[in-house]
Protein backbone atom coordinates (compact mmCIF):
# COMPACT_ATOMS: atom_id res chain seq x y z
CA UNK A 1 0.00 0.00 0.00
CA UNK A 2 1.73 3.72 -1.04
CA UNK A 3 1.71 6.20 1.33
CA UNK A 4 -0.69 8.22 -0.55
CA UNK A 5 -3.64 4.97 0.17
CA UNK A 6 -1.89 4.98 3.76
CA UNK A 7 -2.82 8.83 4.02
CA UNK A 8 -6.48 8.23 2.67
CA UNK A 9 -7.19 5.98 5.06
CA UNK A 10 -5.72 7.65 7.88
CA UNK A 11 -8.21 10.39 6.61
CA UNK A 12 -10.98 8.53 5.99
CA UNK A 13 -10.92 7.32 9.50
CA UNK A 14 -9.55 10.03 11.57
CA UNK A 15 -12.96 12.10 9.80
CA UNK A 16 -15.39 9.28 10.69
CA UNK A 17 -14.71 8.95 14.43
CA UNK A 18 -13.23 12.44 14.86
CA UNK A 19 -11.21 11.96 17.84
CA UNK A 20 -11.43 15.66 19.04
CA UNK A 21 -15.28 16.04 18.72
CA UNK A 22 -15.20 12.83 21.26
CA UNK A 23 -13.42 14.77 23.63
CA UNK A 24 -16.21 16.19 25.21
CA UNK A 25 -18.40 13.48 24.37
CA UNK A 26 -16.13 11.58 26.56
CA UNK A 27 -16.25 14.62 29.80
CA UNK A 28 -20.16 14.68 29.67
CA UNK A 29 -20.22 10.58 30.06
CA UNK A 30 -17.88 10.30 33.00
CA UNK A 31 -18.38 13.13 35.05
CA UNK A 32 -18.14 12.73 38.23
CA UNK A 33 -15.59 10.11 38.11
CA UNK A 34 -11.86 10.23 39.25
CA UNK A 35 -8.91 10.58 36.93
CA UNK A 36 -7.99 6.80 37.32
CA UNK A 37 -11.43 5.80 36.33
CA UNK A 38 -11.66 8.05 33.59
CA UNK A 39 -8.45 6.18 32.22
CA UNK A 40 -9.70 2.85 32.68
CA UNK A 41 -12.64 3.62 30.83
CA UNK A 42 -10.87 5.26 28.15
CA UNK A 43 -8.73 2.45 27.64
CA UNK A 44 -11.43 0.14 27.86
CA UNK A 45 -13.48 2.05 25.47
CA UNK A 46 -10.54 1.96 22.67
CA UNK A 47 -9.69 -1.52 23.06
CA UNK A 48 -13.41 -2.62 22.94
CA UNK A 49 -13.57 -0.53 19.23
CA UNK A 50 -10.28 -2.04 18.10
CA UNK A 51 -11.57 -5.20 18.59
CA UNK A 52 -14.88 -4.91 16.77
CA UNK A 53 -13.32 -2.82 13.96
CA UNK A 54 -11.03 -5.51 13.61
CA UNK A 55 -13.92 -7.87 13.36
CA UNK A 56 -15.68 -6.11 10.70
CA UNK A 57 -12.57 -4.82 8.70
CA UNK A 58 -11.55 -8.78 8.91
CA UNK A 59 -15.19 -10.65 8.16
CA UNK A 60 -17.56 -8.02 8.16
CA UNK A 61 -19.31 -8.30 4.91
CA UNK A 62 -19.71 -12.03 5.57
CA UNK A 63 -20.55 -11.87 9.20
CA UNK A 64 -23.39 -9.58 8.12
CA UNK A 65 -24.36 -11.12 5.29
CA UNK A 66 -24.88 -14.61 6.98
CA UNK A 67 -26.52 -12.79 9.78
CA UNK A 68 -29.01 -11.25 7.64
CA UNK A 69 -28.48 -7.65 8.85
CA UNK A 70 -27.69 -5.29 6.04
CA UNK A 71 -25.51 -2.21 6.58
CA UNK A 72 -28.92 0.16 6.73
CA UNK A 73 -30.63 -1.90 9.22
CA UNK A 74 -26.92 -1.07 11.72
CA UNK A 75 -27.20 2.42 10.95
CA UNK A 76 -31.28 2.60 12.50
CA UNK A 77 -30.08 0.67 15.40
CA UNK A 78 -27.23 2.17 16.51
CA UNK A 79 -29.31 6.08 15.29
CA UNK A 80 -31.84 4.52 18.07
CA UNK A 81 -29.31 3.51 20.93
CA UNK A 82 -27.78 7.04 20.10
CA UNK A 83 -30.77 9.02 20.49
CA UNK A 84 -31.52 6.60 23.81
CA UNK A 85 -27.89 8.36 25.24
CA UNK A 86 -28.83 11.99 24.15
CA UNK A 87 -32.24 11.32 25.97
CA UNK A 88 -29.77 10.41 28.94
CA UNK A 89 -27.40 13.70 28.62
CA UNK A 90 -30.15 16.35 27.91
CA UNK A 91 -32.22 15.11 31.29
CA UNK A 92 -29.26 13.98 33.19
CA UNK A 93 -30.48 10.85 33.55
CA UNK A 94 -26.99 9.49 33.86
CA UNK A 95 -26.06 11.51 36.85
CA UNK A 96 -29.36 10.88 38.79
CA UNK A 97 -28.53 6.99 38.45
CA UNK A 98 -24.85 7.78 39.45
CA UNK A 99 -25.80 8.83 42.43
CA UNK A 100 -27.93 6.72 43.43
CA UNK A 101 -25.81 3.69 42.74
CA UNK A 102 -22.71 4.94 43.99
CA UNK A 103 -22.16 3.24 47.23
CA UNK A 104 -23.80 0.17 45.93
CA UNK A 105 -21.99 -0.87 42.34
CA UNK A 106 -19.21 2.12 41.44
CA UNK A 107 -18.84 0.15 37.97
CA UNK A 108 -22.09 -0.47 37.33
CA UNK A 109 -22.61 2.99 35.34
CA UNK A 110 -20.05 2.19 32.96
CA UNK A 111 -20.13 4.12 29.69
CA UNK A 112 -17.18 2.17 28.05
CA UNK A 113 -18.51 -0.30 26.32
CA UNK A 114 -22.08 1.51 25.45
CA UNK A 115 -22.00 4.32 24.00
CA UNK A 116 -18.74 5.24 23.84
CA UNK A 117 -16.76 2.11 22.11
CA UNK A 118 -20.30 1.72 21.13
CA UNK A 119 -21.46 3.52 18.44
CA UNK A 120 -19.94 6.50 19.23
CA UNK A 121 -16.04 5.16 18.59
CA UNK A 122 -17.20 2.16 16.62
CA UNK A 123 -20.62 3.49 15.24
CA UNK A 124 -22.31 2.23 11.92
CA UNK A 125 -20.08 5.11 9.77
CA UNK A 126 -16.71 3.19 11.39
CA UNK A 127 -17.99 -0.01 10.86
CA UNK A 128 -18.59 0.56 7.06
CA UNK A 129 -15.97 2.60 6.56
CA UNK A 130 -13.28 -0.04 8.23
CA UNK A 131 -15.21 -3.02 5.73
CA UNK A 132 -14.84 -0.98 2.57
CA UNK A 133 -10.94 -0.06 3.26
CA UNK A 134 -10.32 -3.90 4.28
CA UNK A 135 -12.56 -5.06 2.07
CA UNK A 136 -11.53 -3.50 -1.14
CA UNK A 137 -10.79 -5.75 -4.42
CA UNK A 138 -7.20 -6.63 -4.77
CA UNK A 139 -6.06 -5.90 -1.25
CA UNK A 140 -3.66 -8.06 -0.29
CA UNK A 141 -3.02 -9.47 3.22
CA UNK A 142 -0.07 -6.43 4.31
CA UNK A 143 -2.66 -3.86 2.22
CA UNK A 144 -4.84 -5.00 5.22
CA UNK A 145 -2.60 -5.29 8.37
CA UNK A 146 -1.64 -1.51 7.05
CA UNK A 147 -5.38 -0.55 7.24
CA UNK A 148 -5.40 -1.87 10.83
CA UNK A 149 -2.21 -0.53 11.74
CA UNK A 150 -3.63 3.07 10.63
CA UNK A 151 -6.83 2.22 13.06
CA UNK A 152 -4.97 1.58 15.97
CA UNK A 153 -3.11 4.78 15.18
CA UNK A 154 -6.58 6.90 15.14
CA UNK A 155 -7.73 5.14 18.05
CA UNK A 156 -4.38 6.05 19.98
CA UNK A 157 -5.33 9.43 18.84
CA UNK A 158 -9.10 8.61 20.57
CA UNK A 159 -7.19 7.91 24.02
CA UNK A 160 -4.78 10.98 23.96
CA UNK A 161 -8.02 13.24 23.77
CA UNK A 162 -9.45 11.64 26.38
CA UNK A 163 -6.77 11.86 28.68
CA UNK A 164 -6.57 15.51 27.79
CA UNK A 165 -10.31 15.99 28.59
CA UNK A 166 -9.55 16.58 32.59
CA UNK A 167 -8.22 20.18 31.89
CA UNK A 168 -11.49 20.96 29.03
CA UNK A 169 -13.08 20.17 32.31
CA UNK A 170 -11.83 22.19 34.21
CA UNK A 171 -11.47 25.16 31.87
CA UNK A 172 -15.25 24.84 31.73
CA UNK A 173 -16.20 24.34 34.99
CA UNK A 174 -19.11 22.99 36.31
CA UNK A 175 -21.48 25.32 34.69
CA UNK A 176 -20.32 24.98 31.84
CA UNK A 177 -20.16 21.28 31.54
CA UNK A 178 -24.06 21.26 32.32
CA UNK A 179 -24.02 23.68 28.96
CA UNK A 180 -21.89 21.38 26.83
CA UNK A 181 -23.41 18.24 27.73
CA UNK A 182 -27.15 19.72 26.66
CA UNK A 183 -25.83 20.94 23.55
CA UNK A 184 -23.83 18.00 22.68
CA UNK A 185 -27.50 16.11 23.87
CA UNK A 186 -29.15 17.85 21.41
CA UNK A 187 -26.55 16.58 18.76
CA UNK A 188 -26.27 13.52 19.55
CA UNK A 189 -30.04 13.66 18.78
CA UNK A 190 -29.82 15.08 15.62
CA UNK A 191 -27.30 12.70 14.74
CA UNK A 192 -28.88 9.63 15.90
CA UNK A 193 -32.06 11.08 13.89
CA UNK A 194 -29.78 11.03 10.70
CA UNK A 195 -28.35 7.62 11.28
CA UNK A 196 -32.03 6.51 11.31
CA UNK A 197 -32.68 8.46 8.38
CA UNK A 198 -30.02 7.58 6.01
CA UNK A 199 -31.09 3.86 7.45
CA UNK A 200 -34.46 4.15 6.16
CA UNK A 201 -33.19 5.90 2.51
CA UNK A 202 -30.74 3.32 1.95
CA UNK A 203 -33.29 1.04 2.36
CA UNK A 204 -35.38 2.60 0.00
CA UNK A 205 -38.36 2.23 2.24
CA UNK A 206 -39.77 5.84 1.33
Known sequence: MSTTELITVFVSLFVIIDPIALAPLFIALTKGQDAGHRRAV?????LVAFGLLTVFGLVGDNLLSFLGISMS???IAGG???FLTALDMLFERRSQRRQGQAHEN???DDPSVFPLAVPLIAGPGAIATMILLAGADGNSATDILAVHLVLLVVLAGVFVSFLLAPAMERLLGPVGINVVTRILGMLLAALSVQFVIDGILELRVI
Do not use: K, N, Q, V
Open 73 to 75: AFR
Open 42 to 46: GLRAC
Open 80 to 82: ILL
Open 106 to 108: PDH
